[in-house]
T-cell receptor, first 113, second 114 residues
Framework: GENVEQHPSTLSVQEGDSAVIKCTYSDSASNYFPWYKQELGKGPQLIIDIRSNVGEKKDQRIAVTLNKTAKHFSLHITETQPEDSAVYFC????????????FGTGTRLTVIP | NAGVTQTPKFQVLKTGQSMTLQCAQD?????MSWYRQDPGMGLRLIHYSVGAGITDQGEVPNGYNVSRSTTEDFPLRLLSAAPSQTSVYFCASSFLLAGGNEQFFGPGTRLTVL
């Protein structure tokens, strides 16, 4: 199956600064890379995803970049706000298996007001 | 739309007891799955289904059973609970799409096995 590694495990930034979370994956056949945000006591929620036919995707303050050659993708959050504080997970699919996802171990982001 | 619903929200079991975690979705999604979330380990896939009557194992299936008799429901059964099954369990669903698709998660069930 897919092996997804995520760094860092914790990240603290000042409000207004940028945050970057990085993930690597093992299976070069993977073509879909989502990022989920999990707030305390809730289920994960998709915030952005990218498919391998593009190298970057943006949605307001959030962007994801993908380097298929190096097999890594990153989440970029600009102008961070206190409500961005949460746990973020990257994931990659099992290429031959339905919609199954393999998740990274998560990054706890704290935005300091 | 209620989305993905899970019951109960919290449960405490004694070792050896059995129970069923309920999951339902009202989005007509073909794909449903169960994950467990443990500290420092992310989410790991237990079982999944690509349609009514079809189920298969994920990464960590031992000690769990599933069935899918309708599109809407996907219950997870613990046959004989063990302390190692103490975890937070999430159900998720999505439309099937080659390569992967957005999964919608339920609010989770926090299970403690004593």
């Amino acid at each position: 199956g897919e092996n997804v590694e995520q760094h860092p495990s914790t990240l603290s930034v000042q409000e207004g600064d940028s945050a970057v979370i990085k993930c690597t994956y093992s299976d070069s056949a993977s073509n879909y890379f989502p990022w989920y945000k999990q707030e305390l006591g809730k289920g994960p929620q998709l915030i952005i995803d990218i498919r391998s036919n593009v190298g970057e995707k943006k949605d307001q303050r959030i962007a994801v970049t993908l380097n298929k050659t190096a097999k890594h993708f990153s989440l970029h959050i600009t102008e961070t706000q206190p409500e961005d504080s949460a746990v973020y997970f990257c994931a990659a699919p099992e290429p031959a298996g339905a919609n199954n996802l393999f998740f990274g171990t998560g990054t706890r982001l704290t935005v300091i007001p | 739309n209620a989305g993905v619903t899970q019951t109960p929200k919290f449960q405490v079991l004694k070792t050896g007891q059995s129970m069923t975690l309920q999951c339902a979705q009202d989005m007509n999604h073909e794909y449903m799955s169960w994950y467990r979330q443990d500290p420092g380990m992310g989410l790991r896939l237990i079982h999944y289904s690509v349609g009514a009557g079809i189920t298969d194992q994920g990464e960590v299936p031992n000690g769990y059973n599933v069935s899918r008799s309708t599109t809407e429901d996907f219950p997870l059964r613990l046959l004989s609970a063990a302390p190692s099954q103490t975890s937070v369990y999430f159900c998720a669903s999505s439309f099937l799409l080659a390569g992967g698709n957005e999964q919608f998660f339920g609010p989770g069930t926090r299970l403690t096995v004593l």
